[in-house]
């Protein structure tokens, strides 16, 4: 397992990431059109109203205050209050969250358990017509983006068979497994055909090595040789791979959650920039930001674990 100097070291990396995600959202959210003030005032405000909110709000203070106190905020957990949802920020994030969440692990759990069987017997019978075959159906969904796959499972399963439902979240596990099948096999089939790619060309790759070579000739039964000398070597390139796809799917979530009218953070993103929510706008990026480097480091603490080189850099 990593050292806890390895664990401290990749910890310290995120605090820089972080500080620059505030900054650029900071800005950004300033550059978007429009006035937080009109947005949370009545359409028959005043002049000095609109003053006063802007001056609760701490919009008249230059901008190195207003940053200085939105880190103080926000490293204090206090988020500001929903312009659209007249609530706490991180209350209204935290309802939405475990949403998301469960929505980006089901489909990632599809995707693996989709790709990593098919990748396997691909490498093993290369250029056959089976692996022909799988990867020309994987292809068929690397080529179509992810909401127009959604749109075809939800017209031909839902709308038509009605095998599943239209949308929705259910109230327990197994409800929300049934409701989600959709939404999270139509990034799963897009996701398991990157992961399928990649991890069919380490597998080849690594089963032509010189060390896999001399393994059979000691007579290591295939079991060991698999288990240990392919497969861990193998998996390297694939574990980066699949945290960048965990990494975008927590932030293309808005699409998804959107098409199926789910519930969760993405959805509420996109309603955020609709409605000039920016405190909700600046709470949301900053959960994404924190979720994306979250998988990152735990993609970092699982390559170190396959290959322990990897700890010295």
């Keep these: 397992m990593p050292s806890l100097s390895y664990l401290v070291a990749r910890l310290l990396q995120i605090i820089p990431t972080f500080l620059l995600v505030m900054i650029f959202i900071f800005l950004l959210v300033r550059l978007l059109p429009g006035d937080p003030a009109i947005a949370m005032a009545e359409a028959k405000a005043t002049d000095a109203q609109l003053e006063q909110i802007r001056h609760n709000l701490g919009l008249d203070e230059p901008l190195p205050v207003q940053f200085l106190v939105f880190v103080k905020n926000t ?21 939405r969250l475990p949403t998301t969440i469960f929505l980006a692990l089901y489909a990632v759990v599809l995707a693996v358990f989709l790709a990593g069987p098919l990748a396997f017997l691909a490498a093993a019978r290369v250029n056959s017509p089976v692996d022909v075959a799988i990867r020309s159906v994987f292809q068929v969904g690397l080529s179509m983006p992810v909401f127009y796959i959604g749109l075809l499972l939800l017209t031909v399963l839902a709308a038509q068979l009605r095998w599943f439902p239209v949308g929705g979240y259910g109230k327990t596990f197994f409800a929300n497994l049934y409701h989600l099948i959709l939404p999270a096999l139509s990034v799963a089939l897009y996701t398991s055909a990157i992961i399928l790619r ?42 980066t791979l699949l945290g960048l796809s965990i990494g975008n799917l927590m932030s293309g979530t808005l699409v998804t959650e959107t098409v199926f009218a789910i519930p969760g953070v993405g959805r509420l993103m996109l309603e955020a920039i609709f409605a000039r929510d920016y405190p909700l706008i600046q709470g949301l990026t900053l959960t994404f930001a924190v979720l994306v480097s979250v998988v990152f480091l735990l993609t970092d603490v699982v390559q170190s674990w396959l290959d322990p080189r990897l700890r010295q850099s």
């Design 198 to 239: 990649n991890l069919r060309a380490s597998l080849i790759e690594v089963l032509d090595a010189d060390y896999v070579q001399f393994a059979r000739a000691k007579g290591l039964s295939p079991r060991i040789i698999m288990t240990r000398h392919v497969l861990r070597n193998a998996l390297v390139s694939t574990v």
């Design 75 to 95: 490293l204090a957990g206090d988020l500001g209050r929903s312009i659209m949802l007249k609530a706490p920020v991180t209350e209204v994030i935290l309802s």
